[in-house]
C-alpha cells in the first residue's frame, strides 16, 4: 500500500535596493513590503496501490487538480494541488522560484520522485491589489519496482520582487 503526501517549506524574501534610485529624493522612494510566501494547502497525492510490478505514476495537473494514474490503483481519499499565497505590495511583479522536480522517501525506506511540478501561474505574475497572489501546482508522482510507504518530500518555494 502506498500513501503519498508532500510537506512544503516556504520562505521570506525582501526586496533588494535599486543602486540607480539613490538619486532620487528621500521622499519619492516608496518602500516595498516584505514578500511572504505561505502554504495554504500541500500538494497530496492521496494513497494508490500498484497493479503491476512496474513503475506507477500518479499525475495532479496544477490548473483543474484533475488527477490521472497509471499502474496504480487509488485507495480513496482526495488528491489535492498545492495552493501557496504570496503577499506583498499591491500591483508589484514577482518571480516565483520552485524545483522542476523532487525526491521523495517513504518511511519503509523507499523513494520516489516528483516531477513536472508546474503552477498555474501566468508568465509575469503580479500581486493583486489586496497584496496576496495566490497560485496553485501540481505535479507527476513516479513510483518504480513495487515502492511502498507513506512518501513525504519538501518543495522549495522562493518569491522576489521582479
Known amino acids: 500500500m502506498l500513501a503519498f503526501a ?3 517549506s516556504g520562505s521570506t524574501a525582501e526586496a533588494q535596493t535599486c543602486q540607480l534610485c539613490e538619486s532620487v529624493p528621500s521622499a519619492a522612494k516608496v518602500p516595498l513590503r516584505p514578500l511572504a510566501v505561505s502554504i495554504d494547502a500541500t500538494l497530496d497525492f492521496s494513497t494508490a496501490v500498484h497493479t503491476n510490478r512496474g513503475a506507477g505514476s ?5 490548473r483543474t487538480g484533475r488527477r490521472q494514474l497509471i499502474g ?3 485507495l480513496g481519499g482526495p488528491a489535492l494541488v498545492g495552493t501557496v ?3 506583498g505590495e499591491p ?3 514577482v518571480v516565483v522560484d ?4 523532487i525526491l521523495l522517501n517513504s518511511n519503509l525506506g523507499a523513494v520516489a520522485d516528483v516531477t513536472q511540478i508546474r503552477s498555474d501561474l501566468p508568465p509575469h505574475p ?3 491589489q489586496d497584496g496576496r497572489l495566490v497560485f496553485t501546482f501540481g505535479g507527476r508522482l513516479t513510483v518504480r ?3 511502498a510507504g507513506d512518501f513525504r518530500g519538501r518543495i522549495p518555494i522562493t518569491a522576489d520582487y521582479e
Open 6 to 8: 508532500l510537506s512544503l
Open 58 to 62: 500518479i499525475t495532479i495537473d496544477a
Open 72 to 74: 496504480l490503483v487509488s
Open 85 to 87: 499565497t504570496i503577499t
Open 91 to 93: 500591483f508589484a511583479r
Open 98 to 101: 520552485m524545483p522542476a522536480s
Open 126 to 128: 503580479m500581486i493583486g
Open 145 to 147: 519496482d513495487e515502492a
